[in-house]
């Protein structure tokens, strides 16, 4: 081969390896459920569990039946970590921890609006030990189905995302008024 097609086949190349590398960074940030988190189920004996009690007490639940979560101060009760919500691309938002004491940032959810454009509908807050973070309303997990009720614990110390059902507890607390 000749050193004048040598040149032409190393640019052609060079080229599409970039025009590659725009197009993937593209898509990476048009769609942000590439850094889907698996979500756990919480088991009845989990660590997920034993903070049922104090997330459902956190609830708001007015006259008209409708549930909610005042998003509490990003952080932790000992300091330890905070919680960012980062705005992506397509009406997504990043639900983001950082420790403190090496601050190292995880993502802990990526999550869709539940009527895109209007805005994140979910509120977060820390448990009283500062061990998880509890996150509340509505919107859809990336890459995960609908779910009518957003209702998930983030263990920090285990950097695990737990779905939670707190129906049980509201109902009862529905009964008490």
Same mark, same amino acid.
Request: aromatic share 10%; net charge negative; glycine share 6%.
């Given at each position: 081969?000749?050193?004048?097609?040598?040149?032409?086949?190393?640019?052609? /190349?060079?080229?599409? =390896?970039?025009?590659?590398?725009?197009? !993937?960074?593209?898509?990476?940030?048009?769609?942000?459920?590439?850094?889907?988190?698996?979500?756990?189920?919480?088991? /009845? +004996?989990?660590?997920?569990?034993?903070?049922?009690?104090?997330? !459902?007490?956190?609830?708001?639940?007015?006259? @008209?039946?409708?549930?909610?979560?005042?998003? +509490?101060?990003?952080?932790?009760? +000992?300091?330890?970590?905070? %919680?960012?919500?980062?705005?992506?691309?397509?009406?997504?938002?990043?639900?983001?921890?950082?420790?403190?004491?090496?601050?190292?940032?995880?993502?802990?959810?990526?999550?869709?609006? !539940?009527? $895109?454009?209007?805005?994140?509908? %979910?509120?977060?807050? %820390?448990?009283?030990?500062? &061990? =998880?973070?509890?996150?509340?309303?509505?919107?859809?997990? /990336?890459?995960?189905?609908?779910? $009518?009720?957003?209702?998930?614990?983030?263990? !920090?110390?285990?950097?695990?995302?737990?779905?939670?059902?707190? @129906? @049980?507890?509201? /109902?009862?607390?529905?009964?008490? &008024?």
């Amino acid at each position: 081969m000749s050193r004048r097609t040598l040149l032409v086949v190393s640019l052609l /190349a060079g080229g599409v =390896a970039i025009v590659s590398a725009v197009i !993937a960074s593209t898509l990476h940030l048009l769609r942000p459920y590439t850094y889907v988190t698996p979500i756990l189920p919480a088991t /009845a +004996d989990g660590v997920a569990q034993e903070y049922a009690q104090e997330f !459902a007490d956190t609830l708001t639940i007015t006259p @008209e039946n409708y549930v909610y979560l005042a998003t +509490d101060a990003s952080s932790s009760p +000992d300091g330890r970590f905070t %919680w960012e919500n980062r705005e992506l691309a397509n009406s997504y938002h990043e639900i983001i921890v950082t420790d403190s004491t090496n601050s190292q940032s995880h993502t802990v959810a990526v999550l869709q609006e !539940a009527d $895109p454009g209007s805005g994140g509908s %979910w509120g977060c807050c %820390w448990s009283a030990d500062s &061990k =998880a973070l509890f996150i509340y309303g509505s919107g859809t997990p /990336a890459g995960q189905e609908y779910l $009518p009720t957003l209702s998930l614990v983030y263990v !920090a110390g285990e950097q695990r995302l737990y779905s939670i059902d707190l @129906e @049980e507890l509201l /109902a009862t607390r529905r009964q008490a &008024k």
